[in-house]
Every structure is written in C-alpha cells, then in structure tokens.
C-alpha cells in the first residue's frame, strides 16, 4: 500500500498555469505506473497522464502537447504541468499508483479554469 497526497489545485485563468504534485509514501523505483486522472460530477474519472519506473509517458488525447508528467524519484513525488488550461479541464484531480495488486489513490485536489 502507498499514500498518496496531491496539491497545487486551485482557481487559475482560461490560459493559465498550474503545477500538481503528488508525493508518496515510498519509493516511486517500487511503483511500476504513476498516474493522473479527473473526474468531473456525473461523469466517470478518465485516464490525463501516466508515467512508468522508465520514464515512458502516455497522454490522453486532450493533455497532449499541453501538460506534461514528469517524476523525482529523490522526492518520492510525481508532477503535472498544465499549460494553456480551458474551462473544461476544471475537475477533481487524483493521484493513481499501479504495481501488481498495487492501486491506491489520493484524496484529490480541485482544480478551477475559470475567468
């Protein structure tokens, strides 16, 4: 098991910047996929990034070429840049670790896209 916590949501411009963390409870070398994921009310919670022990990344189609992921395994924490952000990327933001039976998440952190 690992817990995970998220921050850095918040209220941000059509436009703007933020930067999400989640930090770990253990090594990231142990935890083959980390993962950022969304949910907005009513809908189901849908896949935004993932990044591997190797560093290999996946993005959904409506992250790409605007966010990034990226981990340090010295911090035991993994990162969401998010650029050029839209009213529809407002949603409840979490943290997912996959490793075998492995599959814990965080509590969330809210994040706002609004003028």
């Known amino acids: 098991q690992v817990q995970l916590v998220e921050s850095g949501g918040g209220l941000v411009q059509p436009g703007g910047s933020l930067r999400l963390s989640c930090a770990a409870s253990?090594?990231?070398?142990?935890?083959?996929?980390m993962g950022w994921y969304r949910q907005t009310p009513g809908k189901q919670r849908e896949l935004v990034a993932t990044?591997?022990?190797?560093?290999?990344?996946d993005y959904a189609d409506s992250a790409k070429g605007r966010f990034t992921i990226s981990r340090d395994f010295a911090k035991n924490t993994v990162y969401l840049q998010m650029n050029s952000l839209k009213p529809e990327d407002t949603a409840v933001y979490y943290c997912?670790?996959?490793?075998?039976?492995?599959?814990?998440w965080g509590q969330g952190t809210q994040v706002t896209v609004s003028s």
């Open positions: 990044i591997t022990t190797t560093g290999r990344t």
């Open positions: 253990r090594s990231l070398v142990s935890i083959a996929v």
């Open positions: 997912n670790a996959r490793s075998g039976l492995l599959n814990d």
